[in-house]
Each structure stands twice: as C-alpha cells, then as structure tokens.
C-alpha cells in the first residue's frame, strides 16, 4: 500500500484546524494510500513520499530537515513564505504610488503562529505547561 507523510511542525495542531489538506488526506484513503502525520524527527516513518504542510511563516531547518530523509518531498523547497522573499510589488514610504493597495504583513496569517511559539517557549508558557500538569 502507497504510504505519504505529512511532514508538520510540532506545534501546528493539525488536526485541531481545518486544511484542505485533510480532504485529501480522505480521498487518497479511498484510493488505497496511508497517511501519517510526522512532526518530529523521532515520529520519523517510512513513506513513499512526504508532504510538507507547515502552517508558519519560515519552515524550521529541522523540519525541512525531517522532510528531506524522504525521497520525494512535496513542499520541501518553500521553506519562507515572507512576501517580501518574492514579490517585487512592495511600495514604502519612498513610494510614487498613491492609488488604493491591498496591505498584506510579511509574516502567515499576521504572524500569529510564531507570536503563539514565542509565548509557548517563553518562561511564563513553559510554567503554565508544567501547572497543567498538576
């Protein structure tokens, strides 16, 4: 049976969240392929190809890292998402341009999810992480 992985990052919550990538994690099951969902170097599965569904702005190495021990990794040379990596279409306050423009930050999604791993990794959310536990 044709296995893929699909290659997260550890805090993503992928299966807390809806991505269209679900939908086809249900239609390759009706087509005879396994999924597994692999988030860390140590979840690492054999698989027959990789999909890297990382829901950041820039990819850590150690995921792109994890995505590359296997032979075909879809998704594996996007590591940064930042507009500013391949859009020329940028105007500053230097600018000529005055008519109406779509704003769009630099960072995914207003850069929620990194500010969420900021505060996950911060003293106060790594205390907060170990009361949870009592």
Not at 6 to 19: C, I, L, R
Request: net charge positive.
């Amino acid at each position: 049976m044709p296995k893929i992985a699909v290659v997260t990052h550890e805090s993503d919550n992928f299966h807390g969240w809806q991505y269209l990538l679900q939908s086809l994690i249900r239609i390759w099951a009706k087509e005879g392929i396994e999924t597994a969902i692999v988030s860390r170097a140590e979840d690492y599965v054999p698989a027959d190809a990789a999909f890297v569904h990382v829901d950041l702005t820039v990819v850590p190495p150690e995921t792109i890292a994890l995505a590359r021990r296997y032979a075909v990794a879809i998704n594996a040379r996007a590591v940064d998402t930042r507009k500013r990596k391949y859009s020329t279409l940028l105007i500053d306050e230097r600018s000529a341009f005055s008519g109406p423009v779509i704003v769009k930050t630099d960072l995914n999604c207003g850069g929620w999810r990194e500010f969420r791993n900021e505060v996950a990794s911060s003293l106060i959310g790594q205390l907060t992480r170990k009361l949870r536990g009592f």
